[in-house]
Structure formats: C-alpha cells, structure tokens
C-alpha cells in the first residue's frame, strides 16, 4: 500500500514561510501526490495535488523533486489559522492512503 | 451546494447493537470513500466505491459492510458494535478516483461504542 512519511510536528512563526517535507519513495510514475489538512474537530480539507511539474493556488505551493520520491507543501506566509494537520499522501489504484500527517502549530 | 453530508453528527452505542451511517453528496461525484480516524492518528480507509455498482474494501473493512445506494449516496453499516469501533468516521468524494482530482469530506460521524 501506498505510504508516505512525515515529522510528526513543525512549528512557524506567523507571516513566515513554511517547507513541509514528505517521503514517498514508492510513488509510481502515474501517481499524483496529494495534500490536506485538519483543523481540530473539523473533516480534511483538500490542499493542493500534482503530479510531475510544481504547482500553485491560492492557498499553498507543492514542489515536487524531479524523481517524485519527495516532495514539499509551501506555505507563503502562515497564519494563525494554518495551525492544522497535513497529510501528504498519493492515489494508488483510484485510493488515497493516508499516514500520520504533520501537526503545524503557528506562532504569533 | 452542500457537498458531503453525514449522519448522524453523533452516535452511542451498546456493544452488540448495529447502525448505518450515512453519506450523500450533491457534486455528481462519481467515486466515494469511507475513512475511519481513531483519537491523534491518521485516517484509515474502510471502504470505497469507485463508481456506481461497484465497491472495495480498503485497509481496515473488517465488521463494517456498504451499499452504493446511488451516485449520490454511500452508507456504511456496523452489523454488530464493537468498543474497538468507537472512532470518528469520515465519508469523501470525487469526481473520480484516478487521483488528478480533489477529494471532499464531510464533517464526520463520531460514534461511541460502550
């Protein structure tokens, strides 16, 4: 199954970047590579996904390293309410399978 | 547009007893999923449909069964309550389930299992 790796938490200082890392080393060439997040009590709430080249929206940057082995959701500028979890996880045969995310907490 | 549905928001249960939560979702979804997310861990797949008329089982489908009503709607059923059960559980959809699109969740089921 697909598995992904993550820190277990990473703390920000608000309006200051933040890099979160993922492993996914069994990634296959057709896989896309997705991102979420959870806010306490809340349902995952879609972030970002690619598939080969880096993309953006309105809420975030995902870098993808060329042999698809990692990659890294980019928030510009945190704020107090990205504080979250993220999962980064991928679609393997039309499912996503989730790891233990990473807690973002923010500071002011 | 509401999106992703759940009921009930809340649930206790005895032991023994069974229930069917469910999942309905307005977006003409065609794949939809059921994820279970035990206290400070990840999501765990239980059971997805990848279209209408056909389902799966994920990582965890032991004691849970499902019926792909229609597009719409997606119900997960627990013949026979067991505490290990007690979880918050999650219903999700997307337009399709090659991965180059988003999944939507729902707000999520918590269910107690005494």
């Known amino acids: 199954d697909a598995k992904t790796t993550q820190p277990n938490s990473m703390e920000s200082n608000e309006e200051e970047p933040v890099h979160l890392p993922c492993n996914h080393s069994?990634?296959?060439?057709?896989?896309?590579i997705h991102w979420y997040r959870q806010l306490p009590s809340q349902g995952p709430e879609y972030v970002i996904h690619g598939l080969t080249s880096n993309v953006n929206n309105r809420m975030a940057s995902l870098a993808i390293a060329e042999d698809r082995k990692s990659s890294t959701l980019i928030l510009h500028r945190a704020t107090l309410r990205d504080a979250a979890v993220y999962y980064c996880?991928?679609?393997?045969?039309?499912?996503?399978?989730f790891g233990q995310g990473t807690e973002l907490s923010v500071k002011p | 547009n509401a999106g992703v549905t759940q009921t009930p928001k809340f649930q206790v249960l005895k032991t023994g007893q069974s229930m069917t939560l469910q999942c309905a979702q307005d977006m003409n979804h065609n794949s939809m999923y059921w994820y279970r997310q035990d206290p400070g861990m990840g999501l765990r797949l239980i059971y997805y449909s990848a279209s209408e008329g056909t389902t799966d089982k994920g990582e965890v489908p032991n004691g849970y069964n499902v019926s792909r009503l229609n597009k719409r709607e997606f119900s997960l059923r627990l013949e026979s309550a067991a505490p290990s059960q007690t979880s918050v559980y999650f219903c999700?959809?997307?337009?399709?389930?090659?991965?180059?699109?988003?999944?939507?969740f729902g707000p999520g089921t918590r269910l107690t299992v005494t």
């Open positions: 069994t990634i296959s060439g057709t896989d896309y």
């Open positions: 999700a959809s997307t337009l399709k389930g090659t991965g180059g699109y988003e999944q939507y």
């Open positions: 996880t991928y679609n393997q045969g039309g499912k996503l399978i």
